[in-house]
């Protein structure tokens, strides 16, 4: 039974970091679109609409929910480690999209060189800022979430999950957006919207996510025989 469940555990851990890592990649694939969301109608601050968000935006609440998820279920270790393994596989995807960019089209192909650097060559500059507020956002999110778990006793995963989101994705953010236009890749002017937007948005889904956190966490501890506060070690 035991190694049933340890085989169980893996690939739980397996599809969780597989979702994690996708969302990743995606998100500084995709970046380059912006959309707007105007739930209050249009709110100026600054000169700037706010909630007009980029739509890489849209997969990043996936990883702070899986890697809280993990972090819950298998330990700060198993958390550290897939966000290591995304770093990895966005350094990866980002040599690939080098390459690809230095190819030299057909004359036939559907999509030319110009349209391709246009569209997956500001990518690099794109993966090299995310990577820099992944990194410091990641690791203070799996920080602060054990440090009110160990602070609570492992209860009110409420609070654990959404202080530990909340700022993290304040700093993922505003690191993202400093190096974005330092680099030219979006103006100046749009910075104070986009930070607002960005994190007020990252905040709702932060707040919307911790009912799918329960339940998750609710089945996960029902399917494997957990109680309050206790994870499953995996080597």
Not at 56 to 70: A, E, N
Not at 159 to 177: G, K
């Amino acid at each position: 039974m035991y190694m049933q469940n340890q085989k169980a555990a893996y690939r739980l851990y397996l599809y969780l970091s597989a979702l994690f890592i996708t969302s990743l990649v995606v998100s500084n694939l995709i970046f380059q679109k912006f959309f707007y969301w105007y739930p209050f109608g249009e709110i100026n601050i600054f000169g700037a609409r706010i909630f007009e968000i980029s739509v890489g935006i849209l997969p990043y609440p996936v990883t702070f929910l899986i890697t809280d998820l993990i972090s819950e279920i298998f330990g700060k270790k198993k958390a550290n480690q897939v966000v290591t393994a995304g770093i990895f596989a966005s350094l990866f995807s980002l040599l690939i999209i080098y390459v690809s960019v230095a190819a030299p089209a057909t004359d036939w192909s559907p999509i030319g060189d110009e349209i391709f650097r246009d569209v997956f060559g500001r990518t690099i500059l794109a993966v090299m800022a995310s990577m820099l507020a992944y990194l410091a956002a990641q690791y203070v999110d799996i920080h602060i979430y054990h440090f009110w778990k160990g602070f609570t006793n492992g209860r009110h995963l409420w609070l654990r999950n959404n202080c530990s989101t909340i700022c993290s994705q304040i700093i993922d953010t505003m690191t993202v957006l400093l190096l974005l236009c330092s680099f030219d890749v979006i103006a100046w002017e749009r910075f104070s919207g986009l930070l607002v937007g960005g994190v007020l948005f990252k905040m709702m889904i932060a707040l919307l996510d911790t009912p799918f956190l329960y339940f998750f966490v609710y089945i996960i501890r029902r399917w494997f025989g957990l109680g309050e506060g206790e994870e499953i070690r995996l080597p």
